[in-house]
């Protein structure tokens, strides 16, 4: 060993007398942290003449410099590089959007930049934390770790499996000392020793002249407990990502939902994710009821929401009634369910001009502010025929508010998100719809490229607000709206089935009992040498090293002196003598003699 | 129902009432430290000096600290334990303290703790009336985020001063801090009591946030400590090359604890509260998945509690490897700070997310 710098790797501290050499065996191994050795610019060494000579040349050096990496990789300097490296890489995700959680900003911020944008695009500052360099990270961080614990685990083993270190030889140089004389013989002493140690729960031994003693083994268990477990973390959540699904179904007041792939309004899953997966159940939203802030500053803020939904599990389960709320998914096996949007669904009938009904039912439609002032288009396809009889498509674009300013207020939006003075406002079309094109195309858009408005007498535009009830007519005898008084609400469901929840969850907490009992626990060993002094006296010197400088670690040792010195006390004659005259107390002890030794 | 609005409204303003006084209080125990300061400088201590410089001082007070145990029941007397310092550590004494020795500063610095206890309890009754008038519990938006943040900060420091620990000292940073905490709270961060947004009703709004909230305390009463360290190792490091330090920095840091200590200091404060924070981090995932359907989304401020957490794990690791420690593990601890504030107020003001609710 050639060099000594860095000597500790993942946490805690080294020993608090600094200098292990100084202390021999009896310091080794409180930490398990493996010692680092310098390596010379090459590792191959002298090369032999000749191609074989050359071959085995290679080969060290290529090995020499796989070691090499490996050691710096596993360094604890490396590894806080990379601990620094991952905090500032997280830094970007939190300023910049995220595809993942916000598309449309990443796409406003796409367009207000035009050179940045294609640049961070590069860069993958949009998808931060599944970017090639973040992943990179956090990849190398944990082989790190892994080659970090592996082999702190077998030298701990081998610690439990082996008995604490023998007595140094100078107990005085310790962080911790108390000596007295006595007339008990230095046996009894040390049995006496053992014996209050082992009550304590100190692993001890008599080895030599001495009792060896140790304590606090959990910290080094903690430590490694809570490394792996933040690896199984770190799987889980892999686990999950590459398994989980996620869907999302707006359901009306009265309609249901079955767990189908083609039931979603849209839906997402990890690539190894199949079908199959889905677990099966069905609900049906009975009703919804938002609740909101009427007075004060806060006004229109909601306070509850509930979806009462009535759900069997699998093809033939019995009907269960419960109540979904914000905090309060629905759980079906794997499955969760929640409740994460709401809305109006306005009922209206269409009829044509014979006074046939050609649509009726709840047109949900998506609110654009916190009062829940809505807007859609209600669609009628097939089953209608204009005045003269010919085949047609209706559209209407609609504009809900659940509060209506009134009338001649100037503004159309709504003033509360509850149902107080609802008025629809609907524009009424008439063409092509664009279905027939195969397109997919959005239910809350009227495409109206094809279509062409409904004009009144005057030649204006035809449009109206309606209240509950009242109806607004085609011109020409094409029939007629009506604004029914049934109005439905919806619900935004969002289905997430992410396995590798429950192994998370078992690791986080398993982190956090690892992380207290490697940050609380203290590991220290104590020893008790019981010797015969020049003049038949026994002397009796204790002695305890801890890893940091605790200022527990002497009272500890105090109060184990006392109940040695119970059963062993000071010799009778020497009571009343001076304390200070004890020896080793009254020599101021050299300092850092042993720092300087190699 | 209009019974109960002027009940509350009344409780409100009576907690506005309570959080103006406890502002008032807490000035007059900012004066007095001052004035324990004030009159601590006119001791003239220079243990540090002493140690660090005079030959003769160093072997004069070694062995360093002695720890004498009277046996409890005082039939035998127990052995004494002998305690000696780390090897190659600067062996400074801890400094006496503000008042520096002199009585009448001593007499002021324990009438800034009075008024500091006092303060604490007239603001803690603010918190509660808060917590009463919008029948929750008062976290729901920054105002009341900082009124019980400065609340528990003060609280740490009076545990810290009821369990004997030497900490008095902290007294007249953290008063000022506290001070302009509420000042902020007030003026600015002000919003009307008022209730929960829907995502909010949970239990896990008392375990999250009062875990946030008592380790962001705790981080800070360790990020004090962690400034002064730096200071007083300065000081410290220019007696021992011979240098002169100003009269100010002498003045002030002499009374002061020594670095060693106040390095270790900073390092128990947060070494105590960093498991803490990581159970705040995973009881928030656990709120996360039954109210957002996710554990972890790197919503912002998820992903500054995750900097923040790997800046401190940093500083912790930091502190035991060889040529990190000390003054740049201190500095990495300053940083982990730096995470802690702005993920408390910078995410909330300049980047949004998830965790803003009412207004801010």
Redesign the interface.
Known sequence: MSDT????V?????P????EA?LGEAGSQLSTAPTETAMPGSFGGSRAPGPRGWVTWTAREIIGWGRWFWRQLTS??V??LL??L??LG??P???IP?S??DALKVQDFMDAHTTLGPIYEKLGLFH??SSVWFSAIYILLFISLIGCIVPRTWQFVGQLRGRPPGAPKRLT????????RTDADPEQVREAALKVLKRRRFRAHVTGDAVAAEKGYLREAGNLAFHVALIVMLIA?AWGQLYKS?GNKLVVEGDGFSNTLTQYDDFKSGSLFTDDDLVPFSFKLDRFTGTY?RS???KG?????EAAITYSVGAYGKDKKTTV?????LNIGDA?V?L?SHGYAPTVTVRDGKGDIVFQGAVPLLPIDSNATSQGAVKVYDGYRNAQGVHDQLGFAAFFVPTFAGAGKGTMYSQFPGLDFPVLAVTAYHGDLGVNAGIPQNVYQLNTKNLKQFKDAKGNKLTARLLPGESMTLPGGNGSITFDKDIKEWAGF?V?Q?PG?GW??GG??A??FG??GS??IQRRRVWVRATTGADGVTV?E?AGLGRS?SAKL??E???L??LV??RA??KTDE?DAD?DQ?P??TT??P?????QKK | MTFATATNEHLAHLSNTLIYSAMAVYTLAFFAYIAEWLFGSRSKVARTANALTTDGAR?AQ??AVR?R?A?GTAV?????????????AR?VPDGPGAHGGDEQGDLYGRVAVSLTVLAFAVELAGVVARAASVQRAPWGNMYEFNITFSTVAVGVYLALLALKKNVRWLGLFLITTVLLDLGLAVTVLYT?S??L???L??Y?LYIHVSTAILCGAVFYVGAVGTILYLFKDSYESKLASGGKPGTFATSVLERLPASASLD?FAYRVN??V??LW??TI?AG???A????????????KE??A??TW??Y??Y?????????KGRKAAYIALIAFG?WLFNYYG?NIF?G?KHSY?GV
């Open positions: 710098r860095s000597t500790d993942h946490s805690d501290e080294s608090a007398n600094g200098s100084d604890m300097r590894a806080l601990l620094f991952l905090s997280a830094i995700g939190s300023l995220q993942g959680t931060v934390y140089r310790l962080p911790a000392y108390a000596t007295w959540f996620e802030e004060g500053p806060n803020t909601p306070r509850t929401y709320r914000v905090n309060e998914p969760k929640y994460v969002q997430v992410q929840n998370a969850l986080a907490l982190a956090i992380l207290a940050l609380f009796v204790m400088e002497p009272e040792l105090g109060d002196a006392a010195h119970d006390p000071t009571k304390p004890e080793g107390a101021p002890v300092a850092a003699e042993g720092a | 072997s070694a062995p720890v145990r046996g035998l007397e127990r052995p004494k334990v002998v305690t000696r310092a780390a090897a190659g062996d009307a008022d209730q947004v829907p995502a009703h949970s896990w270790k070494a105590a960093f498991p990581t159970f995973i995932a656990i709120w998945e039954s109210a957002w359907g996710r554990y972890w989304g790197w919503d912002p992903t500054w995750f900097i790997v800046a794990a940093c912790l690791h930091a502190r035991s490897t060889a040529g990190w995470c995410v980047v997310g009412a």
